[in-house]
């Protein structure tokens, strides 16, 4: 049968997966009674709830004679570590962009390594149906895109499609016709994409993907460079520079068929296929005969920028809510995790019951964060913190990105004067269309931490940041921090409404009526720039007077709800958040107020 590998290319809520939902029912996939469920291949909790892909998938479809295997690929440049391992898999990509939205920065970032390996994109204008979609201009501005890229000529006559994934339909015209499906698609991959490139010699393939499979092990998933793969075949696992790994055989071949994943027995070169039957060959390994000496080479990883400790919950509540609170748990877990996703790198500290966990920024490591509150784990987590390099001269050198926010007219001034506040250089501004600026900033990772909240106050909600790793810059000096300080809980044991509403005057709460506090632990945001300790126990003095109205009921504010992404933004890097299955609470590093003071004390000699 032939065979086509072709990946998919979006920014994030672009419909990559909506459409790849209608190429699996429109090539026959699915039985017709069969129930499907939307955005099949978003198959991780996390990933239906925000509606974003964090994971890489690949299934394949049968179109006429020829399978096409299809690879899913997350929109967020936070996960693109996957997507810079999938590139090799594939010989061509479809780009998805928004008929109205344009290219946006993660559709450069993937597009740009698309085509530095050389393949040949087919373009596809999806949501065509929108009623402010400007599809001319869009066609240009992704002309602009690949030619800014430094894109060949044969990759600048890329072939259009219009058309409408969540309908079902593309055509080579804006107004259809509509009645074919995604037929044109279909038939566009089988013609336009090249067929797998099929090198001589005996198996040889590089990991790409790696998942853990409660029963079959290590399942490590890529493509067949050379040679055929047999079950049970004896092969040999090659790191980059040509060590050997692990010797062993193959226990199980699996094929994309749709959404499952079958049992074969032999597979060819140039199919994608899962293997499994290995323990320590990972990502970016090449595993291949026995005969083979020399690896292949495999495509490089951008470093982290952003690093995060995750301590082991000290806090007087610790172990009342989760079951997995000790270090080395913790510690399997983290390494676990490393080795399916590259772009993290774990470190541990000296102390033994801490990790530094770096990552591509902080959306990647909360998601980390969140998945591991899932399954149990207690810990407590600092403020993310950039990863600092030097240059061969010394110089301290910081990461910068590329920051695009789209925005209406009235809201620009107030984002130009906070990033510049935070050290931000505008290097360009245009109009988006109905009424929409889009601006263009190079500012520093330290700056955006915490941004994102305070943009969407400013501007009522109606902003979209878009933000990408850029480059490594000179260090641009201090950066002003929050300006409010904390309310602290003096005492352990459950708030009382009646203290809470005593101390409204002094600030914002972020906790609820009858909630657990300890010592240390934040209850609220104070409404001057100094922390303050507070006793949030403090019950009302019962009397014997009667009088009418005397004991009406307590009306609170509503506190301040912190998400996980929030509360890891809005701290300080004297304070933590403590993470549980059940809870998210702020803290101070230190839970005694003495040894607070003390800290402070060596923080402030140290710094004169």
Not at 44 to 59: H, M, Q, S, V, Y
Not at 205 to 229: C, D, K, Q, V
């Amino acid at each position: 049968m032939n065979l086509r590998n072709i990946a998919i290319i979006a920014h994030v809520d672009h419909g990559k997966t909506t459409l790849v939902d209608n190429l699996l029912k429109q090539s026959g996939s699915f039985r017709e009674n069969q129930r499907v469920a939307e955005r099949a291949m978003d198959s991780n909790d996390l990933e239906k709830e925000r509606g974003i892909t964090i994971l890489a998938k690949a299934t394949s479809v049968e179109w006429k004679d020829t399978r096409i295997n299809i690879v899913d690929t997350p929109g967020h440049a936070d996960f693109g570590g996957e997507v810079e391992r999938i590139l090799s898999m594939v010989d061509s990509a479809i780009v998805l962009v928004d008929a109205a939205e344009g290219p946006m920065p993660q559709t450069k970032f993937v597009v740009g390594k698309a085509l530095k390996v050389g393949l040949r994109p087919i373009v596809v204008i999806n949501k065509i149906d929108r009623p402010d979609a400007r599809h001319v201009e869009v066609v240009n501005e992704v002309f602009d895109l690949f030619a800014a890229l430094d894109a060949t000529d044969e990759q600048l006559d890329f072939p259009i499609l219009y058309g409408s994934g969540r309908d079902g339909w593309v055509a080579e015209n804006p107004e259809g016709p509509k009645d074919q499906g995604l037929g044109p698609l279909f038939d566009l991959i089988v013609k336009h994409v090249p067929a797998p490139t099929v090198h001589p010699g005996p198996f040889r393939m590089i990991g790409t993907l790696l998942e853990a499979n409660p029963f079959l092990g290590r399942i490590i998933t890529g493509r067949i460079e050379s040679g055929t793969l047999k079950s049970n075949q004896p092969v040999k696992v090659l790191a980059n520079d040509g060590s050997l790994v692990e010797t062993g055989r193959i226990s199980k071949i699996l094929a994309f068929r749709g959404l499952e994943r079958q049992p074969v027995d032999e597979a060819q070169a140039g199919d994608i296929v899962a293997i499994a039957g290995l323990s320590k060959g990972t990502v970016a390994d090449t595993f291949c005969d026995t005969s083979v000496s020399e690896p292949l080479h495999a495509q490089p990883i951008d470093p982290p920028t952003v690093t995060m400790s995750f301590i082991v919950n000290d806090s007087p509540l610790a172990g009342t809510e989760g079951d997995k609170v000790t270090s080395r748990v913790i510690r399997d877990r983290l390494l676990r995790e490393a080795e399916g996703n590259v772009a993290l790198k774990i470190e541990e500290s000296t102390e033994k019951d801490s990790f530094y966990v770096s990552g591509r920024g902080e959306l990647q490591l909360a998601v980390l964060i969140e998945t591991m509150r899932r399954e149990g784990f207690e810990l407590a987590v600092s403020r993310p913190r950039v990863v600092m390099q030097n240059d061969e001269n010394g110089q301290l050198l910081e990461p910068i990105e590329e920051v695009v926010i789209d925005v209406d007219e009235e809201h620009a001034g107030i984002v130009v004067q906070k990033m510049s506040e935070r050290k931000a250089d505008m290097v360009e501004l245009r109009p988006s269309g109905g009424n929409r600026q889009r601006l263009v900033f190079h500012a520093p990772t330290r700056g955006l931490i915490g941004y994102q909240s305070e943009l969407l106050t400013d501007t009522r909600g109606t902003a979209v940041m878009n933000r990408l790793f850029h480059s490594y810059q000179p260090y641009k000096g201090e950066l002003p921090g929050r300006t409010n300080g904390v309310l602290i809980s003096n005492e352990q044991g459950e708030s009382v409404a009646f203290a809470m509403w005593n101390l409204e005057d002094r600030g914002p709460m972020v906790i609820d009526a009858g909630v657990k506090v300890y010592q240390g632990m934040i209850i609220g945001i104070h409404s001057r720039d100094n922390d303050l300790e507070v006793n949030v126990l403090k019950g009302k003095k019962l009397t014997n007077i009667r009088a009418a109205g005397k004991d009406e009921a307590v009306r609170l504010t509503p506190p301040i709800r912190m998400t996980l992404e929030r509360a890891l933004a809005w701290i300080q890097d004297d304070e933590l958040v403590e993470v549980t299955p059940k809870s998210i609470r702020l803290r101070k590093l230190y839970l005694d107020p003495n040894e607070r003071k003390r800290f402070e004390k060596q923080r402030s000699a140290g710094a004169a």
